[in-house]
């Protein structure tokens, strides 16, 4: 029984199949039993009219704080059950209990009294939840870099009506865009060239009042957190500014042309895809121009990725050969022609001149020899190997990022925003792909992935758009994605901190800074309220109001664990909420049996789990403990960057626990899934709970 009461309340759905597959009496009983006089309410639709209605009385009339609604996932219906001024804990008896448990059985019933008891023990144990709201928050916005996705984002957030810093380090802005010829088509049913217009966008630019443009500017630092950052900046004499947010637009730069000598990169006649950009600007174009594309791209000796915007640049320039010199001849060597977008009715258009020859194939050598450029291609369609003679040969050369280290970032784990493997700004690149580890502070453009100029505008109004749901967000003290909305944020009991640098480590959005001491301090509007820190914690001094030691152990210990003679073993899934739990929610609507003896709670992220619980866990009796979460690495990526993979390596110490309580190492497991992945979750599940059972039971059970 619980000591402490609270205006607490259960209401329960009997819909959707609860009712046909469990007896709600006996429910209500067991969380009146658990909970002591606990009000209780249940309805055949909840989520329906007559059901709120009848549910908003249920609160009023009992003066509820805090409630538990028993009905469907949480991932469901979330507006119908939010209830102004009531904190509400929702208990999956749908698609994780009734939908997949055998109905009316005895193991389905123990289920759901179980989760119940569960939420209620969570809900008992939580605190009141006081959002972290600075004292000012500026609305302005800091947008560095002046090329196309810069331009774009200051223009939209300018007319979002906020106020932008707009900082570029030369003294034109307009970055690679601006030193363009012609564009290629941009949107459906265009095959033309056109006109730059990078010179108008700059002009609203600089005549929109709500744009402060700091041209010939760099960054000397930039500190503090989403809502109140201090940027440095250095122009004739230094200048300090406050902004909420920043977008990071710092563009793009060739590959290095040094590596190209292969290819015949640093001969007269040799050039590359910016040069000739240039060069057809003044000069006469020859008379036989050789494009060869993926110049250093595609390669693991150099770029192993491809660029995105080469095959369309190229098809461009051929086109400038052909309106220049009307008798020309354009060979084009590719290993894979890639046009993204509209830009597939382009390409057929120019495949369409059949003065632009196009042949795929490898190049062996090109050179130089008696006023023209030989190129040997080997494995083309025309033959074997082919010698084509050219009066220039122009080298599409893939795009590599520029450094964001001149962003004198002020936090613990680098002046620049973190990069994965080539160098790009890193992100969560599937599900929200302009958010960087460092919150507040989004990219856009190239720095962030290859892409062309289409492509550019769409990234800084994109990125834009975060950064002012970010300043927002602040004002209101909520997260940002992905838990968007959350109000909590990670209180510290410093009196028992050791200064052990694990919070400050292993937090992949550099929340924490830390002084000489290495004790920690916290920026919290920087969090994103993963909870990775509670699972670093090794003396449990990191908590949020709603997600800490003590509200997770006490949902581990409301289960009533059966003796080891009874022959039902209990065992304890931890589930990631981003990937895992919608993976088992999809299992329910699937029907796919899961087994009655795994209870469930969702955890924000694998990493959040502290190896507290799961003593708790064992000792309370559980046969096992399964974690999962989501896959790690970058072709599939944890929400939180790298809490799976930090769950991996806290195994080790896991494994240490296992050994003093003397229990086998298959007492813990941890897996991973994808969102998608409903059948192999079931399949994860069932076979780890044969296997606990072939093992036998936990001998902490007879203690």
């Not at 003290?477 to 944020?489: I, L, Y």
């Not at 897996?671 to 079931?682: C, N, S, Y």
Request: charged share 25%; net charge negative; with cysteine.
């Amino acid at each position: 029984m619980m000591a402490e009461k609270k205006h607490m309340a259960l209401a329960l759905c009997s819909g959707c199949g609860i009712g046909a597959a469990l007896d709600t009496d006996k429910l209500t009983a067991a969380a009146t039993g658990f909970a002591g006089n606990l009000p209780c309410m249940q309805h055949e639709a909840l989520c329906s009219e007559s059901g709120l209605d009848v549910l908003h009385r249920f609160t009023k009339e009992h003066e509820v704080d805090h409630l538990a609604i028993a009905a469907c996932s949480p991932r469901v219906k979330s507006e119908e059950f939010s209830l102004t001024g009531i904190y509400v804990e929702r208990i999956n008896l749908r698609e994780q209990v009734a939908w997949v448990m055998e109905p009316g059985e005895e193991d389905t019933q123990m289920c759901a009294e179980d989760q119940t008891r569960m939420a209620l023990a969570r809900l008992h144990s939580i605190s009141e939840i006081r959002p972290y709201v600075p004292d000012h928050v500026n609305r302005d916005i800091l947008v560095v870099g002046g090329g196309i996705a810069g331009l774009t984002a200051a223009r939209e957030g300018a007319e979002a009506g906020y106020t932008i810093h707009l900082v570029e380090k030369r003294k034109i802005p307009g970055g690679y865009a601006g030193r363009l010829y012609k564009l290629s088509p941009e949107g459906a049913g265009r095959n033309t060239l056109s006109e730059p217009d990078i010179q108008e966008l700059v002009r609203e630019v600089q005549e929109n009042p709500n744009i402060n443009l700091h041209l010939e500017t760099t960054i000397q630092s930039i500190s503090g957190e989403p809502g109140n950052f201090t940027v440095r900046l250095q122009h004739e004499k230094e200048q300090t500014i406050g902004v909420g947010a920043v977008v990071v637009s710092t563009g793009w730069k060739p590959y290095d042309t040094n590596r190209l000598g292969h290819l015949g990169y640093g001969a007269s006649r040799v050039k590359t895809l910016e040069e000739f950009e240039q060069y057809v600007r003044t000069d006469a174009v020859p008379g036989r121009v050789l494009f060869i594309l993926c110049a250093g791209s595609r390669d693991k000796e150099h770029l192993p990725y491809c660029s995105s915007y080469c095959c369309s640049a190229s098809l461009k320039q051929a086109l400038y050969v052909r309106e220049k010199n009307p008798d020309a001849e354009v060979y084009i060597v590719y290993r894979d022609i890639r046009t993204v977008g509209f830009q597939e009715e382009f390409y057929k258009m120019v495949q369409a001149d059949d003065a632009i020859l196009m042949t795929k194939g490898s190049v062996e050598s090109v050179r130089e020899e008696h006023g023209e450029v030989r190129v040997v291609v080997k494995d083309s369609l025309i033959a074997n190997e082919v010698t084509i003679a050219a009066d220039m040969v122009v080298l599409a050369t893939g795009m590599v990022p520029n450094s964001t280290i001149d962003l004198q970032l002020q936090y613990r784990q680098g002046s620049g925003l973190p990069e994965i493997e080539y160098d790009f700004s890193d992100s969560h690149f599937i599900c929200f792909p302009y958010e960087t580890r460092r919150t507040g502070i989004y990219a856009a453009g190239t720095v962030r992935a290859p892409m062309d100029i289409e492509q550019s505008r769409e990234d800084g109004a994109g990125a834009m758009m975060k950064a002012i749901q970010s300043v927002e967000s602040v004002k209101r003290g909520e997260a940002v994605h992905p838990r968007s909305g959350d109000m909590t944020f990670p209180e510290l009991f410093m009196e028992r901190c050791t200064d052990c640098k694990r919070c400050t480590e292993e937090c992949p959005f550099g929340m924490y800074d830390e002084n000489e001491k290495g004790t920690p301090l916290p920026n919290p509007a920087r969090c994103r309220r993963c909870g990775i820190c509670v699972g670093s914690c090794p003396e449990r001094v990191i908590g949020f109001a709603d997600y800490d030691i003590n509200s997770i152990s006490a949902m581990i210990k409301a289960v009533d664990v059966p003796d080891e003679f009874e022959e039902k073993p209990r065992i304890l899934l931890f589930i990631c909420e981003n990937d895992a739990y919608p993976a088992l929610d999809a299992a329910g609507v699937s029907r796919l049996r899961i087994s009655p003896f795994v209870r469930v709670i969702p955890v924000r992220c694998l990493g959040s789990i502290n190896k507290v619980w799961i003593s708790d866990a064992l000792a309370h009796g559980y046969d096992g403990v399964l974690q999962i979460g989501c896959k790690p690495g970058d072709d599939y990526q944890c929400h939180f960057i790298h809490g799976s993979e930090l769950t991996k390596k806290r195994g080790e110490n896991l494994q240490e626990t296992l050994e003093t309580m003397m229990l086998e190492p298959e007492r813990i497991r941890t897996q991973f899934v994808e969102i998608t992945e409903h059948h192999a979750i079931v399949s994860i599940i069932n076979a780890y709970v044969e296997e606990l059972e072939a093992i036998g039971p936990n001998p902490f059970k007879s203690m």
